[in-house]
């Protein structure tokens, strides 16, 4: 049922083609042209950024071709060298035996200034060798390196991508340019830590300058102060499903618009010491994988590298907090019970328990200023806070520092979400009844009477009576949670409304304001101190959904039958109904501009423990997605 999602877009491509070659007509079709070895080519993976010896006149690049056979030689040509700085040989030749060439590249080191890194450009000349698959050019810079001088031991973690324990990690400033450092073999160290062997290529550094105001990264030209810029760093991590190595890529070094100041702020000095040097510095990269074109996308996010500067303490301001369940006591007062663990350095925490219908950076806030009402917490265990009731909720804490003076400071702020059950549960039997249901059918509203029964499967509800067209079963199921006494409906298959082959009916979650449904997620039903039945977004989605529909499910479309009210109302005979006859009476869709959603599950959201840093940054996980393709600048 997953591929109703790309069933509109489908129908809307069909649209597009409306006027082109039909189905039937016999388009030409032309074959890509075959690879051999006479097609050279400069791989991807070279760096863009190659360090000289000051000790040596010459080092070599390799051009590639796809596979052995014959001697080749082929023309080069180098530009953009307008200092004369580099000489570049006329011709490479590959051996008959081999897929890769050395180019050897000479140069004279008393010309160069310390890190200055100069552009040159090598290009494939000869004619009739092109690869359309791969480049004939490489543009690089490179230059001799000013010498580094150790400070000291920084702490690093990359929690981005591998473990959020810090690491002692050597840390070197540039003797010439004092804006740039580097860490000494950080990747070694955590992939030791993790018994993963380092790939051969791993890099030695992870190098990153500290910017300002009127820097100039490629076309870009700094405003800000306090951006940080690394280069592209092998971290020698092979990957065990694609089999390469994973980059670390500043956003920079992207297209589109990842050329934009604004896209590299989470590249950053988060912290200063009193003398204006860096404190804290973080990352936020892109995990990239060169062959694949493509990884993971961590630039807009805090927390992904950290790297914390020799000679400052680390302090540990974190809570954490767990569900435990539910009490009750003698007076009939019920509670959340939570356990809390405080971070060593934490004077106090401040506990507060909101619905999930707050807006948590609020609830921070009405902490912090003490308009919401809070439980403070000096000391590990379990914490009991009074409820409204069933429900779901968040709860949220802020933690404080004090010092020697005793003055409180909030530090960070975290929270858990739950479905609490107050005490009573609702048992399957009281959804079982008659109940009324206001729909639209034929673009007509009409109010409908249900029957909602236990179905044959223990755990399962039927529901009778939504779509009463003669001779239809309407049926569809809902699915009885016992441990919250609620009801959930999933997207479902259904009898079919039409004999036409390829054509099936589904009842599925939808939001008719948005123009959405979605074959992935659910909503959920609620009884309420009315004896009324409620329907609502199913907390976690990633979609809005707040209503149900019947929609017809074809390969050219999706056709909209009819939606409904979230509220199912105990039944009234005052209430008047309608009947309905031709099961195929169906019209196009109601909403012209309906879309079909899918709800990709990349978060769970349930129990998640999130953290504010210094309560200025902003909510984040560590969620790892699939992997998504980017084109390099």
Same mark, same amino acid.
């Given at each position: 049922?997953? =591929?109703?999602?790309?069933?509109?877009?489908?129908?809307?491509?069909?649209?597009?083609?409306?006027?082109?070659?039909?189905?039937?007509?016999?388009?030409?079709?032309?074959?890509?042209?075959?690879?051999?070895?006479?097609?050279?080519?400069?791989?991807?993976?070279?760096? =863009?950024?190659?360090?000289?010896?000051?000790?040596?006149? =010459?080092?070599?690049?390799?051009?590639?071709?796809?596979?052995?056979?014959?001697?080749?030689?082929?023309?080069?040509?180098?530009?953009?060298?307008?200092?004369?700085?580099?000489?570049?040989?006329?011709?490479?030749?590959?051996?008959?035996?081999?897929?890769?060439?050395?180019?050897?590249?000479?140069?004279?080191?008393?010309?160069?200034?310390?890190?200055?890194?100069?552009?040159?450009?090598?290009?494939?000349?000869?004619?009739?060798?092109?690869?359309?698959?791969?480049?004939?050019?490489?543009?690089?810079?490179?230059?001799?390196?000013?010498?580094?001088?150790?400070?000291?031991?920084?702490?690093?973690?990359?929690?981005?991508?591998?473990?959020?324990?810090?690491?002692?990690?050597?840390? @070197?400033?540039?003797?010439?340019?004092?804006?740039?450092?580097?860490?000494?073999?950080?990747?070694?160290?955590?992939?030791?830590?993790?018994?993963? *062997?380092?790939?051969?290529?791993?890099?030695?550094?992870?190098?990153?300058?500290?910017?300002?105001?009127?820097?100039?990264?490629?076309?870009?030209?700094?405003?800000?102060?306090?951006? %940080?810029?690394?280069?592209?760093?092998?971290?020698?991590?092979?990957?065990?499903?694609?089999?390469?190595?994973?980059?670390?890529?500043?956003?920079?070094?992207?297209?589109?618009?990842?050329?934009?100041?604004?896209?590299?702020?989470?590249?950053?000095?988060?912290?200063?010491?009193?003398?204006?040097?860096?404190?804290?510095?973080?990352? +936020?990269?892109?995990?990239?994988?060169?062959?694949?074109?493509?990884?993971?996308?961590?630039?807009?996010?805090?927390?992904?590298? /950290?790297?914390?500067?020799?000679?400052?303490?680390?302090?540990?301001?974190?809570?954490?907090?767990?569900? #435990?369940?539910?009490?009750?006591?003698?007076?009939?007062?019920?509670?959340?019970?939570?356990?809390?663990?405080?971070?060593?350095?934490?004077? #106090? $925490?401040?506990?507060?328990?909101?619905?999930?219908?707050?807006?948590?950076?609020? $609830?921070?806030?009405?902490?912090?200023?003490?308009?919401?009402?809070?439980?403070?917490?000096?000391?590990?265990?379990? %914490? @009991?806070?009074?409820? $409204?009731?069933?429900?779901?909720?968040?709860?949220?804490?802020?933690?404080?520092?004090?010092?020697?003076?005793?003055?409180?400071? *909030?530090?960070?702020?975290?929270?858990?979400?739950?479905?609490?059950?107050?005490? *009573?549960?609702?048992?399957?039997? +009281?959804?079982?009844?008659?109940?009324?249901?206001?729909?639209?059918?034929?673009?007509?509203?009409?109010?409908?009477?249900?029957?909602?029964?236990?179905?044959?499967?223990?755990?399962?509800?039927?529901?009778?009576?939504?779509?009463?067209?003669?001779?239809?079963?309407?049926?569809?199921?809902?699915?009885?949670?016992?441990?919250?006494?609620? %009801?959930?409906?999933?997207?479902?298959?259904?009898?079919?409304?039409?004999?036409?082959?390829?054509?099936?009916?589904?009842?599925?979650?939808?939001?008719?304001?948005?123009?959405? &449904?979605?074959?992935?997620?659910?909503?959920?039903?609620? &009884?309420?101190?009315?004896?009324?039945?409620?329907?609502?977004? /199913?907390?976690?989605?990633?979609?809005?959904?707040?209503?149900?529909?019947?929609?017809?499910?074809?390969?050219?479309?999706?056709?909209?039958?009819?939606?409904?009210?979230?509220?199912?109302?105990?039944?009234?005979? *005052?209430? /008047?109904?309608?009947?309905?006859?031709?099961?195929?009476?169906?019209?196009?869709?109601?909403?012209?501009?309906?879309?079909?959603?899918?709800?990709?599950? @990349?978060?769970?959201?349930?129990?998640?423990?999130?953290?504010?840093?210094?309560?200025?940054?902003?909510?984040?996980?560590?969620?790892?997605?699939?992997?998504?393709?980017?084109?390099?600048?």
């Amino acid at each position: 049922m997953k =591929s109703i999602n790309k069933l509109f877009g489908i129908f809307m491509a069909l649209c597009l083609l409306l006027g082109g070659a039909a189905c039937t007509d016999e388009v030409e079709y032309t074959g890509a042209e075959l690879q051999n070895a006479n097609q050279p080519y400069f791989p991807t993976n070279l760096a =863009s950024k190659i360090d000289l010896s000051a000790d040596a006149t =010459s080092f070599t690049v390799e051009v590639s071709r796809l596979a052995t056979g014959t001697e080749l030689t082929v023309d080069l040509v180098k530009s953009g060298d307008d200092a004369g700085l580099f000489t570049v040989p006329a011709t490479a030749t590959f051996a008959a035996d081999a897929m890769t060439a050395a180019i050897t590249i000479g140069y004279d080191p008393a010309k160069f200034e310390l890190d200055v890194y100069n552009p040159l450009t090598i290009t494939i000349a000869t004619e009739g060798l092109d690869n359309p698959y791969s480049s004939n050019t490489y543009s690089f810079t490179a230059g001799i390196p000013a010498p580094y001088e150790t400070i000291g031991e920084a702490t690093f973690a990359d929690a981005g991508y591998f473990t959020d324990t810090f690491f002692k990690v050597e840390l @070197q400033q540039n003797s010439v340019d004092a804006s740039l450092y580097r860490l000494v073999n950080p990747y070694a160290t955590v992939l030791k830590a993790l018994n993963v *062997a380092s790939s051969a290529a791993q890099s030695p550094y992870l190098t990153f300058k500290l910017l300002k105001p009127g820097d100039v990264v490629g076309d870009v030209t700094i405003s800000s102060t306090g951006l %940080v810029l690394f280069e592209d760093c092998n971290t020698g991590y092979t990957h065990p499903t694609y089999g390469e190595d994973l980059y670390l890529l500043h956003p920079s070094r992207f297209t589109g618009n990842f050329q934009n100041e604004a896209m590299w702020t989470y590249n950053k000095v988060v912290s200063y010491k009193e003398d204006g040097s860096p404190a804290i510095v973080q990352l +936020a990269p892109y995990y990239f994988l060169m062959g694949q074109s493509g990884g993971w996308n961590y630039t807009q996010a805090d927390g992904a590298i /950290t790297i914390v500067f020799p000679d400052v303490v680390i302090t540990d301001y974190s809570v954490s907090m767990s569900y #435990e369940g539910s009490f009750t006591d003698p007076n009939g007062a019920n509670y959340v019970l939570a356990n809390v663990n405080l971070g060593t350095d934490v004077f #106090e $925490a401040r506990l507060a328990l909101v619905s999930a219908n707050t807006d948590v950076e609020s $609830a921070v806030a009405g902490i912090i200023d003490g308009s919401i009402e809070t439980t403070n917490v000096r000391e590990n265990g379990q %914490v @009991q806070l009074l409820s $409204a009731g069933n429900g779901t909720y968040y709860l949220v804490a802020v933690t404080y520092s004090r010092d020697e003076s005793g003055v409180e400071e *909030a530090q960070e702020a975290s929270y858990i979400d739950f479905i609490h059950s107050a005490g *009573a549960i609702a048992p399957i039997d +009281a959804y079982v009844g008659q109940w009324m249901l206001q729909g639209v059918i034929d673009n007509k509203v009409t109010n409908l009477p249900l029957t909602i029964a236990k179905w044959k499967e223990e755990g399962f509800l039927t529901v009778k009576g939504a779509l009463p067209y003669a001779g239809y079963d309407d049926t569809f199921l809902l699915q009885y949670d016992p441990v919250s006494g609620y %009801v959930i409906l999933p997207p479902q298959e259904v009898a079919p409304l039409t004999a036409t082959e390829g054509v099936s009916t589904l009842v599925v979650p939808c939001n008719m304001d948005e123009g959405a &449904l979605s074959v992935e997620e659910t909503i959920t039903g609620k &009884l309420d101190e009315y004896g009324g039945l409620s329907f609502y977004n /199913t907390y976690g989605n990633e979609g809005n959904w707040n209503t149900f529909a019947y929609v017809l499910n074809s390969n050219s479309g999706v056709q909209l039958v009819s939606y409904y009210s979230s509220y199912f109302a105990p039944y009234t005979n *005052a209430t /008047t109904t309608r009947s309905f006859v031709g099961a195929n009476n169906t019209l196009p869709l109601f909403k012209s501009d309906m879309k079909l959603v899918k709800v990709e599950k @990349q978060l769970n959201k349930k129990s998640a423990n999130l953290v504010i840093k210094n309560l200025n940054g902003s909510w984040s996980d560590k969620s790892h997605k699939e992997i998504s393709r980017i084109q390099l600048n």
